[in-house]
C-alpha cells in the first residue's frame, strides 16, 4: 500500500483511507508524503497527511530505509548529503540517485518536508509562538520556515494557524503536549509491562499506565512522559528546558514504544505460522519494545547477563546514583537522575555495585566503543555490522548484541539463547537448538516481532526469567560434555570437561549443604563479596544474612533436576530446578567465577514457579 496517493486531476495528495473517490486512473502512488510534494501536490485539507509521521516499509532497499530514518532523525540538519552518504559508505552522487529512484524526491527535500510537516503539527496543537516552533522543528530562521510552508502548504504560518480545528490543541497543566500517531493496533497494556519490570531506577518510572524517564537536552536535564491518547495516537508531554530539539526528542520518544514498526507485512508472513500465529491473533497489538536511549539499554542489557531482572535493576540503579547527574524535584514521580554518559562510564568505576570484574570491563569496553563510534547506535550500519561490532567486545556475544539490535528496532534481531524465549517454545524446541533454528529461520525476516509475541506469552505463564542464562551453551549433567569450537562462543572460549564436572560436583555440594542445614559446607566455595537474591520478593541479602538463614534450618527432602551447567572463560552459571515435594518446584540461578585455579559463587539467585 503506498503512503500516499496523489489526484492528477486536483493536484492533491491523501492518505489511502481518505474518503475522496477520485477515478483510479487519476491516481498515482507515492511511498512519501515529500515525493507528492516533490512531484507538485499539495496536502488534502479532509485527512490531513501532513498529521502522521513520514517513513518508509522496511522491505525496501536497506541502505534506502536506514537512510530515511537518520535523516528523520536530523542527520540533515547540522550536515550535508555528503557526510550522510559517507555515513553510510556511498557518494553523495550515488546516494541522491538512490532516493530519487527509490523515493521521488532527494535527502534534502525529505528532511525540509519532515520539518514543515512537525512544525504543521505544532501549529495546530500547541501555543507556542510562530518563532519558538520555527526553532523546534530545526528551521535556522523565520524566513526558511516561512518559505517552506509557502512551498508545502501554500499559506503562511500565521494563516495555517488561524485555519486549526478546535479539536486539534491538547492543554495540559504543565508541559508540552503532543500527540503521537500510529498506524494499526498498540497493546499499550503489554508494552508498559516489560517497561515496568524493567525500568531503570531513579531515571524510568512506570505508574498507572504512564511511562516517564529523564532526558538531557544539550546538557539540561527535562522529562517525558507517554500515556495512551485515543486508539490511533499515544500521548506525549514534553517537559524541556528549551525547544530547540524538540523534533528529534519527539521522534526518540516515538521509538519507545516501537509505533513505527509496520504490522501489516509482519501479520501477512507469520499470521499463519503454527507457533507465532495464535500469539498473534490474540494479541494484535503487540510489538517489539523499543528504547529512547540505546546506549542506556545496552548497559542494563550487560549488568543483566546471567542474573534476574529484579538483581539487574538494583545494580543498574546503583550505577545511576553514583555515576548519573542528580535531578531535583522529581522525587514525586520516581525519578532523580539522569542515566551517565558513554565517556563517563568508558573511566568509571564501576567497583562496589555487585558486578563481577569481568561485567565491569564488558561495560567500560562497551562505553568505550560507543564513544568512540566503533559500535554505532543510531541504525547507520547493517544488523550483521552491528552484531559483530558488539560481539568483538571482551564480555560481550550474539545475545546481548541481538536484544540491543531487537530494542534499536532492527526487525531481524533475534536472541536466540533468551532463556524466555525458551520457555514459551513447545518442548520439542525448546531442548533443542537445531529446531529452535529450524523456527526462527521461518520467521525471517521479522523475527523481532517473533520473538516479542513469546516474550509476552512467557510472561502471561507468570514464570520469572533470569534474563541471560544461555541455553545453547548449557550442559546436562547427563549428557557428554562437549568442547565448543570458537565459532560456538563468539568470543573465541573454549569449554574444558573438567570444569563441568568440578562445578556440577560444586553444586551438589550446594543442595548438600541445604540438607544438612550446614554452613561450613559451603564457606570454602563462597566468595568473600557472596551475594544471594529473593526471586520472590526482590531482596538482595549480603553473605552474613545467607548464612543465618542456611545454618540449622535443614531441608532434608530438597532435592533437584534440570542441571545445566555453562561455562565461559573464567565465568559459569549452574541453574536447575529444586523441590521439596510433588508438584512445588523453584528455579535457581548460581554464578561462578575462577579465582586463582578455583571455582567460587559469587552470586545465587532463586524464585519460584508454578505449581503443577
Request: neutral net charge; hydrophobic residues 40%; proline residues 7%.
Amino acid at each position: 500500500m503506498p503512503a500516499v496517493s496523489a489526484v492528477v486531476t486536483t493536484g492533491i495528495y491523501c492518505r489511502p483511507a481518505c474518503a475522496a473517490q477520485p477515478r483510479a486512473d487519476n491516481v498515482r502512488p507515492f511511498p512519501l508524503a515529500a515525493a507528492a510534494e516533490a512531484a507538485g501536490y499539495r496536502a488534502c485539507l479532509r485527512c490531513r497527511p501532513y498529521r502522521a509521521p513520514q517513513s518508509v516499509a522496511w522491505t525496501g532497499p536497506e541502505l534506502v530505509c536506514r537512510a530515511v530514518q537518520l535523516i528523520l532523525d536530523g542527520a540533515l540538519d547540522g550536515g550535508t548529503e555528503a557526510q550522510l552518504g559517507r555515513r553510510l559508505g556511498v557518494s553523495a552522487r550515488h546516494f541522491r540517485r538512490l532516493f530519487t529512484a527509490h523515493l521521488g524526491v532527494t535527502p534534502d527535500g525529505l528532511a525540509r518536508s519532515a520539518r514543515t510537516h512537525f512544525a504543521r503539527r505544532l501549529l495546530d496543537d500547541t501555543d507556542l509562538t510562530i518563532t519558538e516552533i520555527a526553532f523546534a522543528a530545526g528551521f535556522g530562521s523565520l524566513r526558511q520556515f516561512n518559505r517552506a510552508c509557502q512551498d508545502v502548504f501554500r499559506a503562511s504560518p500565521r494563516v495555517l494557524r488561524a485555519k486549526r480545528r478546535k479539536t486539534d490543541r491538547l492543554v495540559a497543566d504543565g508541559g508540552l503536549v503532543l500527540r503521537l500517531p500510529f498506524h494499526g493496533t498498540l497493546d499499550w497494556d503489554a508494552t508498559v509491562t516489560y517497561f515496568a519490570a524493567r525500568a531503570t531506577p531513579g531515571v524510568e518510572h512506570v505508574s498507572d499506565g504512564v511511562y516517564r524517564r529523564t532526558i538531557t537536552i544539550g546538557g539540561d536535564p527535562g522529562v517525558l512522559e507517554l500515556y495512551p491518547g485515543g486508539d490511533d495516537h499515544l500521548i506525549l508531554r514534553a517537559h524541556l528546558p528549551h525547544w530547540e530539539e524538540l523534533m528529534h526528542m519527539v521522534n526518540r520518544a516515538r521509538r519507545i514504544a516501537n509505533i513505527d514498526f509496520d504490522l501489516d507485512e509482519p501479520a501477512r508472513h507469520l499470521g499463519a505460522d503454527p507457533i507465532i500465529g495464535p500469539f498473534l491473533r490474540a494479541r494484535p497489538g503487540v510489538r517489539p519494545p523499543g528504547t529512547f536511549d540505546p546506549f542506556e539499554t545496552g548497559v542494563r542489557a550487560i549488568i543483566g547477563q546471567r542474573i534476574s531482572i529484579a538483581a539487574a535493576n538494583t545494580i543498574t540503579g546503583r550505577l545511576v546514583e553514583r555515576l548519573g547527574t542528580p535531578v531535583s524535584g522529581l522525587q514525586r514521580i520516581g525519578l532523580t537522575h539522569t542515566f551517565p554518559p558513554p565517556d563517563t562510564l568508558a573511566a568509571a568505576d564501576l567497583s562496589g555495585l555487585g558486578l563481577t570484574r569481568a561485567r565491569e570491563g564488558a561495560i567500560r569496553a562497551f562505553a568505550q566503543a560507543v564513544a568512540e563510534d566503533a559500535v554505532r547506535l543510531d541504525r547507520s550500519v547493517s544488523l550483521d555490522r552491528l552484531i559483530a561490532s558488539i560481539s568483538e567486545l571482551d564480555g560481550l556475544g550474539p545475545w546481548t548484541a541481538h536484544y540491543l539490535a531487537l530494542r534499536l528496532g532492527e526487525p531481524d534481531a533475534w536472541p536466540m539463547n533468551d532463556l524466555g524465549l525458551q520457555r514459551a517454545l513447545p518442548g520439542n524446541a525448546r531442548n533443542s537448538d537445531t529446531a529452535l533454528a529450524e523456527l526462527a529461520e521461518r520467521w525471517r525476516p521479522w523475527r523481532a516481532l517473533a520473538a516479542a509475541h513469546l516474550w509476552m506469552a512467557e510472561v502471561g505463564q507468570q514464570v520469572p526469567v533470569a534474563e541471560t542464562v544461555r541455553p545453547d551453551l548449557l550442559h546436562t549433567k547427563t549428557s557428554p560434555c562437549r568442547t565448543a569450537d570458537a565459532a560456538d562462543w563468539g568470543q573465541g572460549s573454549r569449554v574444558a570437561v573438567d570444569d563441568i564436572k568440578i562445578l556440577t560436583d560444586l553444586n551438589e555440594r550446594f543442595v548438600d549443604a541445604f540438607r544438612k542445614g550446614s554452613w561450613g559446607l559451603l564457606q570454602p566455595i563462597l566468595s568473600p563479596g557472596f551475594s544471594y537474591l529473593d526471586g520472590a520478593t526482590g531482596e538482595v541479602w549480603p553473605i552474613d544474612r545467607y548464612i543465618a538463614e542456611l545454618e540449622g534450618n535443614p531441608l532434608p527432602t530438597i532435592d533437584i533436576d534440570q542441571v545445566r551447567v555453562h561455562v565461559d572463560g573464567d565465568t559459569a552459571v549452574v541453574a536447575a530446578r529444586s523441590f521439596t515435594r510433588p508438584g512445588r518446584f523453584n528455579r535457581y540461578v548460581d554464578t561462578y567465577e575462577r579465582r586463582d585455579g578455583r571455582w567460587l559463587c559469587v552470586h545465587a539467585c532463586v524464585w519460584p514457579l508454578q505449581e503443577r
